[in-house]
């Protein structure tokens, strides 16, 4: 791969975020997710993009020049809503009311059924691929290791293991319970958490096995990103936000193979796309990934890298050939036809220079695997 200028110049950003601690299987996350501590991790994120792009985005910038757009779950609006509040505050020509710090923002949203950030739960097709691949033989295999583990959980928390992926129904709770800095429950020691994650990171990386299962859960979001980074510049949209879940960040993250990614994708993350504009007047993408800290680890966010090489930055021809086998193609397209009848809800926009993933700790995927 060719060597990248040394400085660059950000043209756009798209995010891609995960929402705040909720689980839309029962009361407990609910009650959570609206705890100050969930709503600050969100309005955070918000304040974080707001210092590091201060130059990007100027001293007063419009609310035209950012697109928001969550799923049509709650939770996603809500924490697309805080993350907005706290990159937005109000200015002098956007200050409305002299005691509330808030602007307004439209925040899109299209129904579930034809959502590109919902391909893994609504796409028959997907589901069927997904199935294929929980029952066969060598992905059962995988799980022969964790025998010794199975009967312990069975033991200590009453809940049976017929299948491989059952605990990671309860480490969902057990990582948002860690998120708010509450203890563990007794049986589950250090060794036994990393174990669940482990597991957790099979249902992730099931996710993405083939080809086909990458075009169809990630390929239709980052297909868009990239007509937001390939139009014309007209200076209008700065900023994309996404406000999804967790199996869209951790199937871009599966899909995308960085060799610094998090195993799982926390409460609060986000991975952010970044079009920069180098010395040789060439385009060049740089993906960022903010792990959404902890009660005992202050956020951080740094930048990803792919393949054998330390760059960061990658021209952008280079870029979608890292990407081919992501992207759909007419195959893929077929297996998906309500998410290609219509342009995308982003289509109308004429500009952009970069976008944000945001995605929380939902368990729309996990509540209905057969895995």
């Not at 400085?7 to 891609?16: I, K, L, P, S």
């Not at 809800?345 to 220079?353: E, L, Q, V």
Request: proline content about 6%.
């Amino acid at each position: 791969m060719a060597s990248a200028p040394d400085e660059f110049r950000v043209e756009q950003v798209q995010f891609v975020s995960r929402n705040n601690n909720h689980n839309n299987d029962d009361d407990i996350e609910r009650i959570i997710f609206f705890f100050s501590i969930g709503m600050r991790r969100m309005y955070r994120l918000g304040q974080m993009l707001r210092k590091r792009y201060a130059d990007f985005l100027g001293a007063d910038p419009e609310t035209g020049e950012f697109y928001a757009r969550s799923t049509e779950s709650e939770r996603t609006r809500v924490s697309l809503q805080l993350v907005l509040a706290g990159l937005i505050p109000p200015r002098q020509k956007t200050r409305w009311h002299d005691e509330l710090d808030w602007v307004p923002m439209p925040v899109h949203y299209v129904h579930h059924s034809t959502d590109i950030l919902m391909t893994v739960v609504q796409e028959a097709n997907y589901r069927k691929l997904l199935r294929e691949v929980f029952e066969s033989a060598d992905f059962r295999k995988q799980f022969d290791k964790y025998k010794d583990f199975y009967a312990r959980y069975t033991e200590a928390t009453h809940m049976t293991c017929r299948r491989p992926l059952s605990p990671i129904l309860i480490t969902s709770n057990l990582k948002c319970a860690q998120a708010l800095g509450l203890p563990r429950p007794d049986w589950c020691s250090d060794e036994d958490f990393a174990t669940l994650e482990e597991i957790m990171g099979k249902y992730y990386d099931s996710m993405v096995t083939t080809d086909t299962m990458k075009k169809l859960s990630t390929g239709p979001f980052l297909e868009e990103a990239l007509k937001n980074i390939q139009r014309p510049e007209d200076g209008r949209v700065k900023m994309y936000l996404y406000s999804a879940h967790e199996f869209n960040l951790g199937c871009f993250l599966r899909a995308h193979r960085p060799t610094n990614g998090p195993m799982l994708p926390e409460f609060g993350s986000c991975i952010a796309i970044e079009k920069l504009r180098g010395k040789d007047d060439r385009v060049y993408i740089r993906i960022l990934y903010w792990d959404g800290g902890s009660p005992a680890e202050p956020e951080q966010m740094y930048p990803l890298k792919f393949g054998d090489s330390d760059r960061t930055e990658h021209r952008l021809e280079d870029y979608l050939e890292m990407v081919r086998d992501i992207l759909p193609d007419e195959k893929s397209k077929e297996l998906m036809p309500k998410y290609y009848q219509k342009q995308s809800a982003s289509d109308t926009d004429n500009s952009t220079d970069f976008a944000i993933l945001i995605a929380g700790p939902d368990l729309l995927a996990v509540k209905n695997y057969d895995g």
